[in-house]
């Protein structure tokens, strides 16, 4: 069953943020992940319990696989690179 990891992100330093995705992608990819969504236009139409900002969502063949992605050591450098240049709110989520 896939899974999806969606991070609502607020960039704050653009020039060095693109320089963790560009890092950030290709190890997704390595553990299965295809990102479906990255940026791009977004329609909020509900705000109760929090109003999102930049949406991204990757989708993995199942939760371990993007458990293993998130805790991996490829991608242990370069999570600073996203904390230090953005805030984040990160959730693996079940697919169905």
Do not use: H
């Amino acid at each position: 069953m896939s899974a999806y990891l969606i991070v609502d992100t607020m960039i704050e330093n653009a020039d060095q943020y693109e320089n963790y995705k560009q890092l950030a992608k290709p190890i997704a990819e390595k553990y299965g992940g295809v990102y479906r969504v990255r940026g791009g236009a977004m329609e909020v139409r509900e705000t109760d319990l929090w109003t999102p900002t930049r949406m991204v969502i990757i989708e993995f063949p199942d939760m371990d696989s993007a458990r293993a992605f998130v805790d991996s050591e490829e991608y242990a450098p370069v999570k600073p690179l996203r904390r230090d240049n953005a805030r984040c709110t990160l959730a693996i989520l079940d697919g169905i």
